[in-house]
């Protein structure tokens, strides 16, 4: 049961770091407002590479998860990072 809770955690950690990770590159890079530049990627098929970048900071949540010897959180985080993935290609599918 400890176990669990601690991917959970990993998990909610990964999606939270990918969202932020997606917002923080929008505000570096775009000069449209979020909602903007999401409708954009959206128009333009490139939101796929929007996710993509915003998952850079699942690294950080893993590597540094595994560095504090959190093995199961790390698992989370990976969980967090292939369900991005999918999103990612029902995008490009669809």
Not at 2 to 14: A, F, P, T
Not at 65 to 78: I, M, S, T
Request: hydrophobic share 55%.
């Amino acid at each position: 049961m400890k176990n669990r809770k601690e991917v959970l955690i990993g998990l909610v950690v990964g999606l939270i770091a990918n969202t932020f990770g997606t917002l923080l590159y929008i505000l570096i890079f775009s000069d449209l407002s979020i909602s903007e530049t999401f409708n954009a990627a959206v128009k333009q098929g490139h939101v796929g590479s929007l996710l993509a970048l915003g998952a850079i900071l699942n690294l950080i949540a893993f590597f540094g998860f595994l560095r504090l010897k959190r093995d199961y959180r790390a698992r989370g985080v990976l969980i967090a990072t292939l369900i991005t993935a999918l999103v990612i290609l029902y995008y490009k599918i669809f």
